[in-house]
């Protein structure tokens, strides 16, 4: 009996001291910046569209670096973006929660390049749920300045002389955000969207939940951003991330670049977190995307 009891013992002190390893990791990471960089090649990148920047930020959760989020600014302008994509939740979902610290970060942003924003699952909420949330998602759609393309499953071009490259938001209904299980995507879901694909132009799609990243392709999707998984929160080496916010564990798309049928999707390990604040093997990252076209 008392070896069981040592036994016990030891086994929840190595368990508090695990516990307290993370949260001082936690702790630190969570208030690093990295910029990650990545080359996506395609050959039916329209030529003036060689060698265009990309900056992706997502799922903000109104972290903080730097007074007004000026780390975060100073290190996006030193990017030197054509374009900054932003595929949400850039607020936290909670009642009361403060929305205009994002917006005002949004805002700022402008001054730097070109804005496109699409919502993550929890500007959704609120904007759904206003007997919830109130006017969370008003008040922070009102606040963002009026030159910030908010693609609410729309459709915008970018032009570059007489040419252009699609930019898609995809506002995923809730059914497609559901915990612990992947509810499959209709068929014609996309379709009754965005109509049918133009197979000849290139599209990206801003679609914050990347768990549908084959029916984006199947679409017709060249290269979608997404974000939403937080990296798996918890990065182990040759496992990936431990856990994405829809309790899934050693979710298939984690961080990082994925391919499908030729075509890319670049998913952000994000900028912040909300309920779980853990980040392990796992910095808030900038994502710079530099498009090349193959002849």
Request: some cysteine; proline content about 5%.
């Amino acid at each position: 009996m008392k070896l069981c009891l040592n036994i016990l013992a030891i086994i929840s002190i190595l368990v508090v001291v695990c516990v307290v390893i993370i949260c001082v990791i936690s702790y630190i990471e969570n208030r690093k910046l990295v910029v990650t960089d990545y080359v996506i090649r395609a050959g039916k990148l329209p030529e003036v569209f060689d060698g265009y920047r990309i900056v992706q930020l997502s799922d903000l959760h109104n972290a903080c670096f730097g007074e007004n989020n000026g780390v975060l600014l100073n290190k996006v302008r030193n990017c030197k973006p054509d374009v900054i994509f932003v595929t949400g939740d850039m607020i936290v979902g909670k009642p009361g929660q403060d929305v205009l610290f994002a917006a005002d970060t949004m805002n700022a942003l402008c001054d730097i390049a070109p804005v496109y924003f699409s919502m993550g699952n929890h500007e959704l909420r609120a904007s759904i749920y206003t007997e919830t949330y109130g006017d969370m998602w008003q008040q922070f759609r009102n606040r963002l300045r009026p030159e910030i393309h908010v693609l609410l499953d729309q459709t915008a071009k970018i032009m570059r002389g007489q040419e252009y490259m699609c930019v898609h938001g995809v506002n995923l209904t809730p059914a497609l955000y559901k915990r612990m299980i992947r509810t499959p995507m209709e068929p014609d879901y996309l379709d009754n969207i965005f109509g049918t694909c133009d197979a000849s132009r290139y599209h990206i799609f801003l679609a914050h939940n990347p768990d549908y990243f084959e029916e984006y392709v199947l679409w017709g999707a060249d290269l979608t951003f997404s974000g939403h998984v937080h990296g798996g929160m918890i990065r182990i080496p040759l496992l990936g991330g431990a856990l994405s916010p829809m309790i899934h564990f050693f979710p298939k798309y984690d961080k990082g670049v994925f391919e499908y049928q030729g075509r890319y999707m670049i998913l952000s390990g994000g900028l912040g977190n909300h309920t779980f604040k853990f980040r392990v093997n796992n910095l808030p990252e900038i994502i710079v995307a530099t498009l090349v076209r193959e002849p």
